[in-house]
C-alpha cells in the first residue's frame, strides 16, 4: 500500500453518495494478535424453548409445522401490517408530516437444525434458500402495494438477535425505504451521466485496480466478495452479482448456486476470522417492485459486521461518527488481505 492510503483521508461512497473517513494510522500499534475465547456454536439440534424450531408454539399462539426444509410464516409481532391504514389526518402543522405505512413481515427458516449457521450450512442446504428468497421476492413484490421487498438477517446477540436458530427476515413495504431509495437516486444518476450500470463500472474499477488482489476477498464464476472501497464497518463486504441483473428472479440456476456458495465461503471466513460465530447484519439490495423499470439497478449484498479486533471487541457508532461522518482505522485493503488469509473450512466441523 502507498504512504498516501495510509495517511488520514476521506473516501467517497458512489453508491450511497457520502464520505466516509479513513484513520489508517491509528492501527499503527503493532497488532495485538487479540483472540477471543472460541465460541462453539450450539450443539443442539433442536431447543424445545426456541419459537423457531419444528412443531414448537410460538409466543403468540401459533405451532410451527414439523418442517424438514425452509418454513416462512408472517411475524407474529410485525412492525408494520397489511391493511390498509386509516387516512392520516391532514397536519396541522408543516414540519410535522406523517404518512401511513403498510408492509408485511416475514420469518423465514434456513434449516430445521437449531445449531446451524449459513457458515456451517453447505452449499446444497443454502440453495433451497436462495430459492426460498426468490420466491418471497417474486410473491411479495407482486402484490400491487408493495414497492420494496428488503430480505435481511441479523446475526448474533451484539447485532440484536434474540434467537440463534438460523433465519432471517423479509420486510416489504408500500414505499421504498431510505437505503435503497438513496441507491435508486445514485444508479440512476451514474447510469444516465455515463451510459453504464454503477456497480458493473465499480466492479471493472476493482478488477482494473486490484494489486495483489486489493480489496477483493475471492470470487466465484458468478459473484464477487469484496471489501468495498467506502466500507464503514471494519469488515464490512459487497456481495455483486458479475453478470448485470437488478434482482433474484433474473437469476439463473447455475447463477443462484453461485450465490449460496459465495454466501457459504464468506461467513465461514468470518466465523474463522476470529473463531467465533461472526455477528452481522447482512441483507439484498435490487430492485424495488414499485412497477417501474429499473435498468440502474444491480444486485448486490450488504454485510455489515460490528468485530473489530477480536470476537468480543466491537466498533462503536458514536461521537463524531453520530454528529459528522462515519470512521474506520483499518484500511478496506487491509481487512480484505485478512479475509483472504481466512480458510474457508470452518473452525468447528459438523459432527
Ligand atoms: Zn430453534
Ligand atoms: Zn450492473
Ligand atoms: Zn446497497
Given at each position: 500500500?502507498?504512504?498516501?492510503?495510509?495517511?488520514?483521508?476521506?473516501?467517497?461512497?458512489?453508491?450511497?453518495?457520502?464520505?466516509?473517513?479513513?484513520?489508517?494510522?491509528?492501527?499503527?500499534?503493532?497488532?495485538?494478535?487479540?483472540?477471543?475465547?472460541?465460541?462453539?456454536?450450539?450443539?443442539?439440534?433442536?431447543?424445545?424453548?426456541?419459537?423457531?424450531?419444528?412443531?414448537?408454539?410460538?409466543?403468540?399462539?401459533?405451532?410451527?409445522?414439523?418442517?424438514?426444509?425452509?418454513?416462512?410464516?408472517?411475524?407474529?409481532?410485525?412492525?408494520?401490517?397489511?391493511?390498509?391504514?386509516?387516512?392520516?389526518?391532514?397536519?396541522?402543522?408543516p414540519l410535522l408530516v406523517a404518512e401511513p405505512a403498510r408492509g408485511l413481515c416475514k420469518v423465514l427458516c434456513y434449516h430445521p437444525d437449531h445449531s446451524l449457521t449459513l457458515a456451517r450450512m453447505t452449499r446444497a442446504e443454502i440453495r433451497p434458500v436462495?430459492?426460498?428468497?426468490?420466491?418471497?421476492?417474486?410473491?411479495?413484490?407482486?402484490?400491487?402495494?408493495?414497492?420494496?421487498?428488503?430480505?435481511?438477517?441479523?446475526?448474533?446477540?451484539?447485532?440484536?438477535?434474540?434467537?440463534?436458530?438460523?433465519?432471517?427476515?423479509?420486510?416489504?413495504?408500500?414505499?421504498?425505504?431510505?437505503?435503497?431509495?438513496?441507491?435508486?437516486?445514485?444508479?440512476?444518476?451514474?447510469?444516465?451521466?455515463?451510459?453504464?450500470?454503477?456497480?458493473?463500472?465499480?466492479?471493472?474499477?476493482?478488477?482494473?485496480?486490484?494489486?495483489?488482489?486489493?480489496?477483493?476477498?475471492?470470487?466465484?464464476?458468478?459473484?464477487?466478495?469484496?471489501?468495498?472501497?467506502?466500507?464503514?464497518?471494519?469488515?464490512?463486504?459487497?456481495?455483486?452479482?458479475?453478470?448485470?441483473?437488478?434482482?433474484?428472479?433474473?437469476?439463473?440456476?447455475?447463477?443462484?448456486?453461485?450465490?449460496?456458495?459465495?454466501?457459504?465461503?464468506?461467513?465461514?471466513?468470518?466465523?474463522?476470522?476470529?473463531?467465533?460465530?461472526?455477528?452481522?447484519?447482512?441483507?439484498?439490495?435490487?430492485?424495488?417492485?414499485?412497477?417501474?423499470?429499473?435498468?440502474?439497478?444491480?444486485?448486490?449484498?450488504?454485510?455489515?459486521?460490528?468485530?473489530?479486533?477480536?470476537?468480543?471487541?466491537?466498533?462503536?457508532?458514536?461521537?463524531?461518527?453520530?454528529?459528522?461522518?462515519?470512521?474506520?482505522?483499518?484500511?478496506?485493503?487491509?481487512?480484505?488481505?485478512?479475509?483472504?488469509?481466512?480458510?474457508?473450512?470452518?473452525?468447528?466441523?459438523?459432527?
Amino acid at each position: 500500500m502507498d504512504e498516501k492510503s495510509q495517511s488520514p483521508h476521506r473516501r467517497w461512497n458512489p453508491l450511497r453518495q457520502s464520505w466516509v473517513l479513513v484513520s489508517p494510522h491509528r492501527t499503527q500499534r503493532p497488532w495485538q494478535g487479540e483472540v477471543g475465547q472460541k465460541a462453539a456454536p450450539s450443539e443442539v439440534s433442536y431447543d424445545p424453548q426456541c419459537y423457531l424450531c419444528p412443531g414448537n408454539q410460538r409466543a403468540g399462539g401459533a405451532v410451527n409445522p414439523v418442517y424438514d426444509g425452509i418454513f416462512s410464516f408472517v411475524n407474529d409481532y410485525a412492525a408494520l401490517l397489511p391493511d390498509p391504514p386509516a387516512p392520516a389526518a391532514e397536519p396541522a402543522l408543516p414540519l410535522l408530516v406523517a404518512e401511513p405505512a403498510r408492509g408485511l413481515c416475514k420469518v423465514l427458516c434456513y434449516h430445521p437444525d437449531h445449531s446451524l449457521t449459513l457458515a456451517r450450512m453447505t452449499r446444497a442446504e443454502i440453495r433451497p434458500v436462495v430459492d426460498a428468497w426468490t420466491a418471497e421476492y417474486e410473491e411479495l413484490g407482486g402484490l400491487d402495494w408493495i414497492e420494496y421487498v428488503q430480505i435481511f438477517e441479523n446475526r448474533g446477540a451484539m447485532m440484536g438477535a434474540s434467537n440463534p436458530h438460523p433465519h432471517g427476515q423479509i420486510w416489504s413495504t408500500g414505499f421504498v425505504p431510505d437505503e435503497p431509495a438513496a441507491e435508486t437516486l445514485a444508479q440512476r444518476e451514474h447510469l444516465t451521466g455515463s451510459g453504464r450500470c454503477l456497480l458493473c463500472n465499480y466492479l471493472q474499477t476493482e478488477h482494473d485496480a486490484a494489486v495483489d488482489q486489493g480489496r477483493i476477498v475471492f470470487e466465484n464464476e458468478h459473484f464477487a466478495v469484496l471489501v468495498p472501497w467506502w466500507a464503514v464497518w471494519p469488515f464490512e463486504v459487497l456481495v455483486i452479482s458479475r453478470r448485470h441483473a437488478g434482482s433474484l428472479p433474473e437469476f439463473t440456476s447455475a447463477e443462484r448456486n453461485g450465490l449460496a456458495d459465495a454466501l457459504r465461503r464468506l461467513t465461514t471466513r468470518y466465523d474463522n476470522l476470529f473463531s467465533t460465530s461472526f455477528p452481522y447484519t447482512m441483507g439484498f439490495h435490487q430492485s424495488p417492485t414499485d412497477g417501474q423499470k429499473h435498468p440502474e439497478w444491480h444486485f448486490h449484498a450488504h454485510f455489515y459486521p460490528p468485530l473489530l479486533r477480536s470476537a468480543t471487541v466491537r466498533k462503536f457508532m458514536v461521537g463524531f461518527e453520530m454528529l459528522g461522518m462515519p470512521q474506520r482505522d483499518i484500511t478496506p485493503e487491509s481487512a480484505a488481505e485478512r479475509l483472504r488469509a481466512c480458510s474457508e473450512e470452518h473452525f468447528w466441523p459438523r459432527v
